[in-house]
């Protein structure tokens, strides 16, 4: 309970607690698609729950002596989702909206795959980690469900540039500060994750631009399949 690992048991119940709020939040969206009134408080409770978990995990590490400048600062690209995401259910923005998309399922989706996490059941932290996590796969599940977002390659190509773009940005501060906001540092978790399969720093950052943008480009083949199937975008 003091220490988590991934692949273990408490890994699995956690990514099954979290396809389990994804698929809620998928049939409340469905249930709700005719009731506008209810389809608000839903929404409403949700943006709540993005600022919220944001505050939480983010205030954490700000007191009882854990404030520390290469950690602390909320620069990951989680972090900035769960404000994102906020942002884009509360206006439907649909550039916010084709972010969370494109980084729900090619960015941020390896922060439950192999998560950065070392602590277990027994510490604050660890609810904290899954909570505000949690709540990116569940906006943007909201976003294509309830609000029938569907990504156009205009989409893609604005999130490739603005990805890449804070993407530098991270870059450049990690490089001067020796950080390692954004994973692209030069520095990397102890615990397996994606890094290690891209080589030594700087050249991985190259790798991760390009790995980021395949998985973008693979995140658009359902919605063109079905475009072409009827020559319009699916309702």
């Not at 205009?154 to 450049?172: E, H, K, P, Q, Y």
């Amino acid at each position: 309970m003091d220490t988590f690992t991934q692949g273990s048991i408490v890994h699995g119940l956690c990514l099954l607690v979290c396809l389990a709020g994804v698929m809620v939040t998928v049939w409340l969206a469905q249930r709700t698609r005719e009731v506008e009134a209810k389809a608000r408080t839903v929404r409403l409770l949700m943006i709540a729950g993005c600022l919220l978990s944001w505050i939480l995990s983010n205030g954490y590490g700000l007191f009882g002596g854990r404030f520390s400048w290469s950690e602390s600062l909320p620069l990951h690209f989680c972090n900035l989702a769960n404000l994102l995401g906020a942002y884009a259910l509360a206006t439907r923005h649909h550039t916010s909206q084709a972010l969370m998309y494109f980084w729900s399922f090619a960015l941020c989706l390896w922060a439950f795959l192999t998560p950065s996490l070392y602590v277990g059941a027994a510490h604050l932290w660890f609810w904290l980690f899954w909570i505000y996590h949690l709540f990116i796969p569940v906006s943007t599940a909201w976003i294509l469900v309830a609000d029938r977002f569907r990504p156009t390659w205009c989409d893609w190509r604005r999130s490739v540039l603005l990805t890449l773009g804070f993407m530098a940005a991270l870059a450049i501060l990690d490089a001067i500060t020796g950080w390692n906001y954004g994973f692209v540092g030069p520095s990397k978790p102890t615990q397996s994750n994606l890094l290690d399969f891209l080589g030594p720093y700087p050249l991985r950052l190259l790798w991760m631009a390009f790995v980021g943008t395949f998985l973008f480009a693979l995140l658009m083949l359902p919605w063109m399949s079905r475009r072409g199937k009827s020559g319009t975008a699916p309702p």
